[in-house]
């Protein structure tokens, strides 16, 4: 531009080749006409976890690409005109036009998972609903979390390393462990929401329970409910009856895309962080056997079978909740044997899947 007269905005994105993101916003910061300047980072969802800790110094915000409407509009709103109610005409447009329906309040959400795949899935569809969400790998880094930011809830996956979810929540209870809110809402995340799990969620004290992998839909209406202060589901709609029904399929690419609003970006993310990530995970399900280590084993097997459910492979979430249960039963050798076939078929699906990324590009 020619003039000198600053831009009230600016989006800056993530892709950038021939400048960091971050570099390239603190170069407009220093410029004399930029000072003023509120810079939205736009970002890919794994890269997102780089430009949190600079908001509120360099962005005033971020989104994940691709930025859709709402959370654009909801980021925009609480910028420039937080007086505008959420029912204004504007939102409402926006919410119909939306396939998930949000409400017009935008929270801030604390994720804690040790799975990326997880994360990122929970953290993209947060933000299509119009939050804000960071994401912590364990209990002890969500408890610290909530020490020092006001988080409004708390998706808790239950089995973690260092803190499983069940101990982070009972800590969070306490008033002496120094969150700064105690009774703030904690949903659990689980492959299993009844029976004797059920109850143990409810003793640790957390307030309700959504099923993996994660559904937009029903995590919309639970934060919504929980927001209102509503009260618990009497019981929760299993998730898993598709998967189950389709256990010799290698991989349901149309209940994956169906789940997650045919993002293809999304999509693709979540495949390429799978990928990466399962053959470590299964590096240290071997060792964990081979070290007679039980409680490490059934927990990278739970993970396997979680993340494998996120990227909609019912065959390797068979195979790993059938190790799972090896396990729990004390049948490590029959659980051990079941390696081979994992890594069998991981390899089957990384050719499937590679091809079909590689086709739609």
Sequence with gaps: RTEKK??????????????????????????EEGASTDIIALTSVAKKKEVEPLIGEVFCDSLTKPVKQLPLYASLICLYRPDLEASSTELVKVMEESKLKPSGDRLRILVADDNVANQMVA????ERLGHRA?????????VESLKVVPYDLVLMDCQMPDVDGYEATRQIRLRSTG???P????????????GGNRERCLNAGMNDFLSKPIHPQQLAEVIQRWHRGG???????????????????????SELRERYGDDDLLVREILVVFMKDL?????????????????????????IKGSSATI??????????????????KQMERAFALIPQLEKRFLELRQVTEERLESSE
């Design 279 to 303: 053959p470590e995970r299964l590096q240290e399900l071997r060792e964990a056997f081979e070290a007679k280590d039980a409680a490490n084993a059934e927990r990278l097997a739970h993970m």
């Design 6 to 31: 600053p831009y009230d905005l600016l989006l800056v994105d993530g892709e950038i080749e021939d400048i960091p993101l971050v570099e390239l916003a603190q170069q407009a910061k220093r410029e």
């Design 183 to 194: 009774e703030v809402t904690v949903i659990a995340l689980t492959a299993n929401v009844t």
């Design 312 to 329: 909609g492979s019912p065959v390797l979430t068979a195979i790993a909740r059938e190790m799972e249960d090896l396990v729990i039963h």
């Design 123 to 126: 953290q993209a569809i947060l």
């Design 134 to 142: 960071d994401a912590v790998a364990n209990g002890r880094e969500a």
């Design 231 to 253: 009260k618990r589901a009497a019981e929760p709609a299993p998730t898993t009856a598709h998967a189950m029904t389709n256990e010799g399929l290698l991989w349901d690419e």
């Design 179 to 181: 969150v700064l809110n």
